[in-house]
């Protein structure tokens, strides 16, 4: 037997056996048979690393007789992508997802050998459940280690969209998100099971559930910059059923992070963060599915394969067993207070979970009626973009609103005067916004509202910002430079969490541009010929070509003007992999903050020298970018250990209005 094939097969007994004795320690209260299990946890990541090993062996040293390294590998293919084969396939992919949770959960364990420990041993069988499921599947449904009859000479190469940087970040930092987000699920279920439902459970996991949100977010960017820059269509985002598997549970996990606060602040709210806590695990285990099932057609998923029953039973239950113990312990989950007032912070915290629920059913409704059709009437009837885009897009605007309101109200109760004194200023800046807009020219109603609830949202952020500031410097005496990086790190979860809200601003105004003013023109060229678009003139200069033994190259070499000044030479290219013989299309991009301008080469005819070119001037795309840079730096100082203390609290305070402006 292959090492790798025996290392997961005790992998499978160790994980097997940790669950037996979590649950069994866990209510015979035997801490000998928790720390056992535990060990075997420690012993089930240890073996999934040799098997990983053992596969990345074989894929470096070109094993061809191993099928997995046949069929996702050649000897001319570049290291880097011969290193990310792992996750190219399906049976490398799940050893992949396996070896992150199994890590995890080490992690998880180590963290909790002091504290929690009613909990742990529910946790560890949570997480060594969901390892069992993976362990079964790499056994005997899809291993990844079976032997050809035969050597074959070459492999047959990884699929060529795969062969890009953004594919060797993507799959692991989407991987990582979605596998983390059953570490507060775990915690979840073994709150429900002890009955100890406090906050215990939600601060335990905090750092954990934002660690996970961050690598989601992550995973969405990189793959919107992946599809950007390998498909060739112009845009980034094209409501796949694979994108929005990615981004369903990135929904409800903001959600949860804003409606936890609710729960640590007045103890309300305690079943919807639960709901939202098992909801978001289901929707990566469906995610999973959906990627894995093959019964949806998608540039992301796998090839059709008999997993999908299996994930299908394994959503089942953990979704039953779920329901019953929430509704098990419903009674001692009941809220302890009550909104005081419809405004309130925790009334648009509320709002906000609303909508981007709402966002995700609707996703999930567009994503799944295809398939429900097919199997109900025989007929296959596609939702595409305009459906999400109708639905979408104005709760997208209101969730946007609610990102600027949120922050400038109090909690519990605010008054009218203190409402007025608070919105009133970054209101009036969106409104003139909107008007200069309009004057301007804009008669885009879509541009006109988001454009300047944009505005609206970051006026509100900055005046955070200086009045927080200048309480430090009334008070402290600090300059302001010094005032603000201390006003950051007292305070972190606050103003690491206003520096997401900039990102996410920011990522807006990028969709409202490339949606609304994003310009596009096809047109076929002879040499020397030229055309104009979004300002640019752009002169068509000949074919170069070019061949290596791994892929043959087809290069078009496009002159780009302002006026008489050449500012860039765009070389869009078509590429055929040699190996799996199959062409792709590698776009070029004249970016700029303001506008990018992105060049396809669509066809090009030997016989008459004349080439098909689709360009696209793409405004403001440059920000979503940007933005996903803001949003990685928030949250990264959000997660940050550190705080502000009772005594800085008292030394800092100032008051501006009624509202405390420094914590």
Known sequence: MEVGALALTIGLVCAAYSVAMSLAGGFLR?????????????????????????????????????????????????????????????????????????SVTAVVLLQNRERNRDLMPYVTAVLM???????????????????????????????????????????????????????????GIAALVTGKLGDVWIRTTRRWTLFAWFFLSLGNLFGAEWA????????????????????????TCTAFLHSVMIQEKKNMLK???MVLVILTFLLTIFGTFLTRSGVISSVHSFTQSGLGPFFIGFLAIAAVISLALLLWRLPQLKSENELDSLVSRESTFLFNNLVLVGIAFAVFWGTVFPVLSEWVRGVKITVGPPFFNKVNAPLGLILLFLTGVGPLIAWRRAGWQSVR???????????????????AGMRSYWGLISFPTAVFVLAGIVMEYYRGVRARQAVIGENPLVALVHLIGKNRRRYGGYIIHIGVVM??????????????????????????????????????????????????????????????????????????????????????????????????????????????????????WWGGVVIALGTVITMLPGGVTARETAMAAGRFGDRVVVE
Not at 49 to 65: E, Q, R, Y
Not at 421 to 439: D, E, K, Q
Request: hydrophobic residues 50%.
């Open 30 to 102: 035997r801490r000998d048979w928790v720390a056992s299990a535990e060990h075997a946890a420690y012993a089930t990541w240890g073996l999934t690393l040799i098997a990983v090993a053992w596969l990345l062996n074989a894929l470096v040293s070109h094993d061809f007789n191993m099928e997995y390294v046949a069929s996702y590998s050649s000897t001319t293919l570049p290291w880097n992508y011969t290193v990310t084969a792992l996750w190219g396939g399906q049976q490398g992919s799940l050893l992949f997802w396996l070896l992150i949770l199994t």
């Open 129 to 187: 459940t969901t390892s069992v499921f993976f362990l079964v599947l790499l056994n005997f449904v899809t291993p990844p280690f079976q032997r050809l009859a035969f050597t074959p000479a070459e492999g047959r190469d990884l699929n060529p969209l795969l062969q890009n940087y953004w594919m060797q970040i993507h799959p692991p930092s989407l991987y990582i998100g979605f596998v983390s987000c059953a570490v507060p699920f775990a915690f």
């Open 228 to 251: 950007y820059l390998v498909l060739g269509w112009g845009g980034y985002w094209a409501w796949d059923p694979v994108e929005n598997a990615a981004f369903m549970p990135w929904l």
């Open 271 to 273: 079943v919807w963060n």
């Open 421 to 439: 004194r608070n919105l009133v200023p970054p209101f009036a800046v969106g409104f003139a916004s909107g008007v200069v807009l309009l004057a």
């Open 507 to 624: 990522m807006f105004a990028a969709i409202t541009g490339t949606s609304v003013f994003k310009q596009e023109q096809q047109v076929t060229l002879s040499t020397s010929q030229t055309f104009a678009i979004g300002g640019y003139t752009l002169r068509y200069d000949g074919i170069e070509q070019e061949s290596t033994p791994h892929i043959a190259y087809l290069r078009a070499k496009i002159t780009v003007l302002q006026g008489d000044k050449v500012v860039d030479v765009l070389k869009p290219e078509k590429r055929f992999y040699k190996k799996p013989e199959q062409p792709t299309t590698e776009v070029a991009i004249r970016s700029t903050l303001g506008a990018d301008l992105y060049l396809v080469l669509g066809s090009f005819d030997d016989a008459t020298q004349l080439a098909t070119f689709l360009a696209y001037v793409n405004p403001l795309v440059s920000f979503l």
